[in-house]
């Protein structure tokens, strides 16, 4: 098989063909058609997530298809096309695990950090957390809703129970996580409003064709108070401008693994129970809500395509800003 491969802590990812894996009891192997590049894989080779494993084949939006079985798994064919997202495995026996939070798990895997993941032509998965696809949609375009739109589905689950109405949703940072929600979300009848890096009329063009109502910069108000914000952006530093733009009871969620610090503000803005709450992983649940009702309503996902061997420009065009929507690479 063939990777692309992060050696060490912000080096370049390197190309190596090593044999092909096998899997083992419970795992099934995927040949892969598709990975999208998160911002996370950034996070990961910068070394801002602690304890990868190195070396590890970054990727965790991952499209392909079933090509082999391990022992005791059923429910599987060979062909069959299925993605592979962050949360690769969990333990089963913690009390997360345990109580329905398998998102919270004390001994999990993470795809393309803990173990091996998608910038790599074979992949071998936990089959109990690798999801049935079905036929319909280019692999391409179904690869960013395996990250970028499962994050986002579990934030905006959050952000409604957390405000307990929510009719006007802003979202700080409009990328790949932010171009599949606003779909959902104005679908499903909500008002969306973008925030942008001041000045990024491409991006907040971009927003409105998502269907957003309003886009600025993340240094303007919205037009009303909002029930909830979300941040996609990693940046600590929106948070109070976010609790600001928000109405009483409103939150804040936070959706990045990783965000630079927040920092200190006003006791006032976060007064008459308004919150900041984060999310972590997902939990198959989220994964098998989200991939069922994103083709029934239609999302459309933006991509651009690299081919694997160039995943480290994909990295560096993602960190640059300099597309709209999600990079996919192509083995
Ligand atoms: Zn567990
Ligand atoms: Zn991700």
Same mark, same amino acid.
């Given at each position: 098989?063939?990777?692309?491969?992060?050696?060490?802590?912000?080096?370049?990812?390197?190309?190596?063909?090593?044999?092909?894996?096998?899997?083992?009891?419970?795992?099934?192997?995927?040949?892969?058609?598709?990975? &999208?590049?998160?911002?996370?894989?950034?996070?990961?080779?910068? &070394?801002?997530?602690?304890?990868?494993?190195?070396?590890?084949?970054?990727?965790?939006?991952?499209?392909?298809?079933?090509?082999?079985?391990?022992? &005791?798994?059923?429910?599987?064919?060979?062909?069959?096309?299925?993605?592979?997202?962050?949360?690769?495995?969990? +333990?089963?026996? +913690?009390?997360? +695990?345990?109580?329905?939070?398998?998102?919270? +798990?004390?001994?999990?895997?993470?795809?393309?950090?803990?173990?091996?993941?998608?910038?790599?032509?074979?992949?071998?998965?936990?089959?109990?957390?690798?999801?049935?696809?079905?036929?319909?949609?280019?692999?391409?375009?179904?690869?960013?809703?395996?990250?970028?739109?499962?994050?986002?589905?579990?934030?905006?689950?959050?952000?409604?129970?957390?405000?307990?109405?929510?009719?006007?949703?802003? %979202?700080?940072?409009?990328?790949?996580?932010?171009?599949?929600?606003?779909?959902?979300?104005?679908? #499903?009848?909500?008002?969306?409003?973008?925030?942008?890096?001041?000045?990024?009329?491409?991006?907040?063009?971009?927003?409105?064709?998502?269907?957003?109502?309003?886009?600025?910069?993340?240094?303007?108000?919205?037009?009303?108070?909002?029930?909830?914000?979300? %941040?996609?952006?990693?940046? &600590?530093? %929106?948070?109070?401008?976010?609790?600001?733009?928000?109405?009483?009871?409103?939150?804040?969620?936070?959706?990045?693994?990783?965000?630079?610090?927040?920092?200190?503000?006003?006791?006032?803005?976060?007064?008459?129970?308004?919150?900041?709450?984060?999310?972590?992983?997902?939990?198959?649940?989220?994964?098998?809500?989200?991939?069922?009702?994103?083709? #029934?309503?239609?999302?459309?996902?933006?991509?651009?395509?690299?081919?694997? %061997?160039?995943?480290?420009?994909?990295?560096?065009?993602?960190?640059?800003?300099?597309?709209?929507?999600?990079?996919?690479?192509?083995?």
């Amino acid at each position: 098989m063939h990777a692309m491969v992060l050696n060490r802590i912000g080096a370049p990812l390197e190309w190596i063909e090593r044999p092909d894996p096998f899997p083992g009891p419970g795992e099934i192997r995927i040949k892969i058609a598709a990975c &999208g590049v998160c911002r996370t894989d950034l996070h990961v080779v910068d &070394g801002e997530l602690p304890h990868p494993r190195l070396p590890i084949v970054p990727g965790h939006e991952i499209v392909g298809r079933v090509d082999r079985i391990g022992e &005791g798994v059923s429910g599987f064919d060979i062909g069959e096309r299925v993605g592979v997202p962050w949360l690769g495995h969990t +333990c089963r026996k +913690c009390a997360y +695990c345990a109580s329905g939070h398998e998102n919270l +798990c004390d001994a999990p895997q993470f795809t393309g950090f803990t173990r091996d993941g998608g910038y790599a032509d074979l992949v071998v998965a936990d089959a109990r957390f690798a999801f049935p696809l079905g036929e319909a949609g280019e692999d391409a375009s179904l690869a960013p809703l395996l990250c970028a739109g499962l994050i986002g589905w579990r934030a905006f689950k959050i952000a409604g129970r957390s405000a307990g109405r929510l009719e006007r949703l802003g %979202l700080y940072g409009f990328g790949a996580a932010a171009h599949i929600l606003a779909q959902v979300a104005v679908k #499903q009848g909500h008002e969306v409003f973008a925030f942008t890096q001041p000045g990024d009329r491409t991006t907040q063009d971009f927003a409105r064709k998502m269907g957003a109502v309003w886009a600025g910069g993340s240094d303007e108000a919205a037009p009303e108070k909002l029930d909830a914000a979300i %941040l996609f952006a990693p940046v &600590g530093a %929106l948070v109070p401008p976010a609790l600001k733009s928000l109405r009483k009871g409103g939150a804040v969620v936070c959706a990045g693994i990783h965000m630079s610090d927040i920092p200190s503000f006003p006791y006032a803005l976060l007064w008459e129970e308004r919150q900041i709450v984060s999310v972590a992983n997902l939990t198959r649940r989220d994964g098998i809500e989200f991939l069922r009702l994103a083709p #029934q309503l239609g999302v459309k996902t933006t991509t651009r395509l690299y081919p694997l %061997l160039q995943a480290n420009a994909a990295l560096a065009d993602l960190r640059a800003g300099a597309f709209d929507g999600a990079a996919v690479l192509i083995p």
